[in-house]
């Protein structure tokens, strides 16, 4: 089974800053199928990216992807008031699927 | 637009079988992967196993022993069937079809289980 960890627990920042989540997959990924997923409280998760880099429909260009192996990471280029939300990290190139624990995007 | 609702009971007692449907509406069945996924109370998401429209399938092991995942393309539904429940078993049911990635989420169902 792939371990993704993800990095940090939470991200304290303020409206137009970036935010750098991480998140490294222990054995590495030998695909590129890595997904991002943002969840707001009392909502479903929404797909931001897929194959480590490809964003989903409709998804602003400020969320951007990267990364292949271990390490990958989501980043926001400026925060908007409604990124304020919990990011999790998705692995599904090897069984069983696998998300990250989660990093909390909070207001500073 | 492709739209997917959860349905169910909102309580099942332990030791009993909990079974969900996942109605799909806007679009097709085919050719995609339709998965189910749980988020206990508080905590973060945990992969169930998905259903190919053919009818493969693919468990989590942690949970294989007591899941079965189907599918009825007539009346493009899918079930989730999780037997021997406990209270660990608490959590809010997503469905979700994926293609490139789990794109489109229903909005989840909370199922407790609790006597």
């Known amino acids: 089974e792939i371990v993704l960890t993800q990095s940090p627990g939470t991200l304290s920042l303020s409206p137009g800053e970036r935010a750098t989540l991480s998140c490294r997959a222990s054995?590495?990924?030998?695909?590129?199928?890595l997904a991002w997923f943002q969840q707001k409280p009392g909502q479903a998760p929404r797909l931001l990216i897929h194959?480590?880099?490809s964003r989903a429909a409709g998804i602003p260009d400020r969320f951007s992807g990267s990364g292949s192996g271990t390490d990958f990471t989501l980043t926001i280029s400026r925060l908007e008031p409604e990124d304020f939300a919990v990011y999790y990290c998705?692995?599904?190139?090897?069984?069983?699927?696998?998300f990250g624990q989660g990093t909390k995007v909070e207001i500073k | 637009q492709v739209q997917l609702q959860e349905s169910g009971p909102g309580l099942v007692k332990p030791s009993e079988t909990l079974s969900l449907t996942c109605s799909v509406s806007?679009?097709?069945?085919?050719?995609?992967?339709w998965t189910w996924i749980r988020q206990p109370p508080g905590k973060g998401l945990e992969w169930i196993g998905y259903?190919?429209?053919?009818?493969?399938?693919n468990y989590n092991p942690s949970l294989k022993s007591r899941v079965t995942i189907s599918v009825d393309t007539s009346k493009k539904q899918l079930s989730l069937r999780l037997t021997s429940v406990t209270a660990a078993d608490t959590a809010v049911y997503y469905c979700?079809?994926?293609?490139?990635?789990?794109?489109?989420w229903g909005h989840g169902t909370s199922v407790t289980v609790s006597s």
């Open positions: 979700a079809r994926s293609w490139r990635g789990m794109d489109v």
């Open positions: 806007g679009g097709s069945i085919s050719p995609y992967y």
């Open positions: 259903i190919y429209y053919s009818g493969s399938t």
């Open positions: 054995p590495s990924l030998a695909s590129s199928y």
């Open positions: 194959g480590a880099s």
């Open positions: 998705q692995q599904y190139g090897s069984s069983p699927w696998t």
